[in-house]
């Protein structure tokens, strides 16, 4: 329940953005914008607006025709329009005829907005080879292997964690896990909290293996990373049959299309910075099976593959090597750009690279993509 003056105020808002939504309405039409009304039912309460075509006027001014041509306003008499035509069995002569949209001829046939979800080729449902171990070690294990559900749901729960939490700083992780738990399963016991903690901790304090080097996200801190980091890259126009004959150290597979070009827009899941080098990270709660021995790199070579996230972490890694060479003064792909992580959280432990694949794709392939699919970004930029 809630009190007459929060009821009042709530009322108040929701006029203002309905009349914002109004607004929003009736300003964007290219030619003309038709405001259709009809009466409310005779049975209406005491004091409410008989015609809702009254509440329009209330926050549109309508100009006279003279003054619309002061103020050098094209306007047009509207067809009149009568309901019951609608419902006709055939058009009555009288109902209103409009002229059939022009035909849109456009310049570039080929120009699309894209996305990783776009040009991945369809693939069939993957089916993990569950190996049920009866004696899991844990109760952590327990709960990530049999009482976690799988789903887009719980990697949303894990992908809002990991955005909001501070890595290097558990004092406000209780909170912050459990304003993420009611939102996305307001079900779930305080036993998902604590336990959800803890995987949260193990994960934090997983090696990522990284060439010469190995670190812990428990390392970086707020200010050295960039969560749900957004890009658009402009494409040229290129076969993607090409695009899949570039040398490789892994399989990349791109939905055939003949001519592509656009836009592709992406979300990095995390972009962050460590003694001077740069990564690239993606959350994965994909369920491998019932064991941590189903999360070996073997297994999640195979899972990328299936997945066909090699090719998703090639193009992100094609956006962020565009984004710091324009960033960084004399930025070099080799020492500045560390590399691409993908983080399998179900088979992630404290102190152990278990659960975590990681590539750095070679500059020559990023540098082929490249000149493949924005080469006139590269002759406009010299």
């Known amino acids: 329940l809630i009190s007459s003056e929060l009821a009042d105020l709530y009322k108040k ?17 290219c030619a003309h914008c038709f405001i259709f009304t009809k009466p409310l039912p005779k049975a209406h309460k005491p004091g409410e607006i008989k015609d809702s075509y009254s509440v329009v006027r209330k926050t549109l001014v309508r100009l006279k025709e003279e003054q619309m041509a002061l103020n050098g306003i094209a306007y047009a008499i509207p067809p009149a329009y009568n309901p019951k035509d609608v419902y006709q069995s055939e058009w009555s002569s009288k109902a209103p005829v409009y002229s059939p949209l022009p035909k849109i001829n456009l310049k570039d046939k080929s120009w699309q907005m894209t996305s990783y979800s776009s040009l991945n080729p369809e693939h069939g449902p993957v089916t993990p080879k569950i190996s049920l171990d009866e004696d899991l070690q844990t109760e952590l294990d327990r709960f990530v292997f049999k009482e976690l559900p799988r789903g887009a749901h719980i990697g949303n729960l894990l992908h809002l964690i990991f955005e909001k939490i501070d890595f290097s700083d558990e004092k406000y992780w209780p909170s912050t896990i459990d304003k993420a738990v009611r939102a996305h399963i307001p079900s779930a016991g ?31 801190t707020k200010a050295q990373r960039l969560t749900e980091l957004e890009f658009d890259l402009p494409l040229t126009l290129f076969n ?41 990270l993606d959350w994965k709660s994909n369920f491998l099976g019932s064991s941590l021995t189903d999360y070996t790199d073997e297994k999640l070579f195979q899972s990328m593959e299936e997945h066909n996230y090699f090719l998703q972490y090639h193009l992100y890694t094609l956006s962020l090597y565009r984004y710091l060479k324009q960033r960084l003064k004399g930025f070099d ?15 992630v432990r404290a102190g152990s690279s278990n659960g975590i694949y990681f590539h750095k794709p070679e500059l020559q392939l990023i540098l082929k993509m490249e000149t493949l699919m924005l080469k006139k970004q590269l002759s406009k930029t010299g």
């Not at 993607?240 to 592709?264: C, H, K, N, W, Y």
């Not at 792909?333 to 088979?347: K, L, P, S, T």
Request: charged share 25%.
């Open 333 to 347: 792909y080799d020492r500045d750009f560390g590399g691409v992580a993908y983080v399998y959280m179900r088979g």
């Open 190 to 220: 305080e036993k998902w909290i604590s336990l959800l903690t803890e995987l949260i901790r193990q994960i934090i304090h997983a090696k990522i293996t990284a060439g010469d080097i190995s670190f812990s996200m428990c390392q970086i």
């Open 240 to 280: 993607t049959s090409d695009f899949m004959q570039l040398p490789s150290a892994v399989p990349l597979r791109m939905r055939a299309i003949s001519e592509l070009e656009g836009i592709l827009n992406g979300k990095i899941d995390l972009f962050f910075e460590h003694k001077g080098r740069y990564y690239l």
């Open 13 to 29: 808002q929701e006029e203002q953005e309905n009349k914002r939504l109004l607004y929003v309405a009736v300003t964007r039409a």
